[in-house]
């Protein structure tokens, strides 16, 4: 597959999951629990975690204290949903300090939509599960041994993640595209240039996406014009149309460069 279409094949595959996540998460957010009350064992379960993370959570401020009756510790709603959102950011690779912070800003008494409206603001852009390898299961993964310069080459796409010594975090979709990426006679140096351009204006993009979203969506939610609700569904349209916008653009812009090109050599 030619470089041209097979970058345009990364990005609409990105864009093709974006609303999915946004969806799942919200839903997840925003269903109703088959009681008021649990014990801790019943809310780890329902939450999919275990006591002991239910109680570091407690711990580290995370949750509100629970009613107590006798010996006994119950936990409502407010605890459920907000381990549900603090669940999905951890999912999302947002650290303890980044939870508390998000967690800060969302009053106690917020709505099952508000839980939601945040799990849709945060959830990423590629909500697939991330998956951990060692140097040697990546090259499984790849079906060769990779180069340094090629690590380096895929962090820079986006595809790898470095999270510590001989660790690394990625999505097989994604680093998938990239290594078929590798696979074509061209430089890595080469691909190297190309990340480079598209993180420079992608960044640029999401940069300039976002103050719209900010001034058009967040600032009239705050001003109480529209709901959360109407925010999440937002949300899930425009994060898909955004990305397949872009791809539509990059494609007529790569057009136009190439008649350019030819123009000038004739």
Not at 38 to 51: H, K, M, P, Q, S
Not at 78 to 89: A, C, G, K, N
Not at 164 to 175: K, W
Request: net charge negative.
């Amino acid at each position: 597959m030619p470089l041209l279409p097979m970058i345009l094949s990364v990005l609409l595959a990105q864009s093709l999951r974006a609303s999915e996540g946004v969806l799942l998460y919200s839903d997840r957010m925003a269903a109703p629990a088959a009681a008021d009350e649990f014990t801790i064992d019943e809310l780890a379960a329902r939450t999919g975690l275990t006591v002991r993370t239910v109680r570091f959570y407690a711990t580290e401020g995370l949750l509100p204290p629970p009613e107590r009756r006798g010996r006994v510790a119950y936990y409502g709603p407010v605890h459920r949903m907000r381990l549900e959102l603090i669940r999905t950011l951890q999912e999302h690779g947002y650290t303890l300090a980044a939870i508390e912070r998000v967690l800060a800003r969302v009053p106690l008494d917020a709505s099952p939509a508000e839980y939601a409206l945040h799990s849709a603001v945060l959830a990423p852009w590629l909500p697939e599960q991330p998956e951990h390898f060692d140097r040697a299961g990546l090259e499984r993964r790849v079906g060769r041994r990779i180069t340094d310069e090629e690590i380096g080459y895929l962090a820079q796409v986006g595809a790898l993640e470095v999270v510590g010594e001989d660790e690394y975090r990625t999505s097989s979709a994604v680093l998938g595209h990239a290594v078929e990426l590798m696979r074509l006679p061209v430089p890595t140096s080469v691909l190297h240039d190309s990340a480079a351009i598209i993180d420079e204006h992608a960044t640029a993009v999401a940069e300039g996406l976002t103050e719209v979203f900010i001034r058009a969506i967040w600032g009239p939610y705050q001003r109480g014009e529209i709901d959360s609700e109407q925010v999440v569904a937002m949300l899930g349209r425009l994060r898909p149309l955004a990305v397949q916008g872009l791809v539509s653009a990059f494609g007529r812009a790569a057009d136009r460069a190439a008649r350019r090109g030819l123009e000038r050599e004739a």
